[in-house]
């Protein structure tokens, strides 16, 4: 039988064993961190700012490419002064290199109406946006940045609107 200070000479190695366990064992199962979906879009040769800031989780089939991303809720804001974008909670479609078609949750207002947007082809330096029969291009850098739901790309504003307050002792 072996006495306190025996066990106690081995409690430290014994966890030392224990700690090298979980690391192979975790190695040899390929606990690999999953991309985000903003990563998932660059390996498909898109900009992250196709989608907004926000999205909480994805699902991706690799072998169809049929995708969905999730938001927390409808995200909508303007860009550039002109084009009101509204993202349904989940956006669906079919993920290829350079191209996503039968998009669905991403829809753009022209005039009084909102269309659909139902792809979307990465051209050269250039990503081109299809409504249907009607499609408009624009440069890929203008998507190298993130849109956030509610002010899009010009959240700097909002500071200057809000009023600031200091805490202090009076």
Same mark, same amino acid.
């Given at each position: 039988?072996?006495?306190?200070?025996?066990?106690?000479?081995?409690?430290?190695?014994?966890?030392?064993?224990?700690?090298?366990?979980?690391?192979?064992?975790?190695?040899?199962?390929?606990? %690999?961190?999953?991309?985000?979906?903003?990563?998932?879009?660059?390996?498909?040769?898109?900009?992250?700012?196709?989608?907004?800031?926000?999205?909480t989780g994805y699902?991706?089939?690799?072998?169809?490419?049929?995708?969905?991303?999730?938001?927390?809720?409808?995200?909508?804001?303007?860009?550039?002064?002109?084009?009101?974008?509204?993202?349904?909670?989940?956006?669906?479609?079919?993920?290829?290199?350079?191209?996503?078609?039968?998009?669905?949750? %991403?829809?753009?207002?022209?005039?009084?109406?909102?269309?659909?947007? %139902?792809?979307?082809?990465?051209?050269?330096?250039?990503?081109?946006?299809? %409504?249907?029969?009607?499609?408009?291009?624009?440069?890929?850098?203008?998507?190298?940045?993130?849109?956030?739901?509610?002010c899009g790309l010009?959240?700097?504003?909002?500071?200057?609107?809000?009023?600031?307050?200091?805490?202090?002792?009076?």
């Open positions: 039988m072996g006495s306190v200070s025996d066990r106690k000479a081995t409690s430290p190695l014994m966890v030392f064993v224990y700690a090298v366990l979980i690391n192979l064992s975790s190695f040899a199962y390929g606990d %690999v961190r999953k991309p985000s979906a903003y990563e998932v879009l660059q390996q498909y040769d898109f900009p992250i700012g196709i989608l907004p800031i926000g999205v699902e991706l089939n690799t072998d169809t490419g049929h995708f969905s991303a999730y938001l927390n809720g409808t995200c909508s804001f303007t860009i550039e002064n002109s084009y009101q974008l509204e993202y349904k909670s989940t956006i669906t479609g079919v993920l290829s290199k350079d191209r996503l078609k039968d998009l669905k949750g %991403v829809s753009v207002k022209v005039l009084f109406f909102w269309i659909s947007i %139902v792809d979307v082809v990465h051209d050269g330096d250039e990503l081109q946006f299809s %409504v249907g029969i009607v499609s408009a291009k624009f440069p890929v850098e203008n998507f190298e940045e993130q849109p956030q739901c509610g010009d959240c700097n504003h909002l500071s200057t609107l809000l009023p600031s307050y200091s805490v202090g002792t009076y």
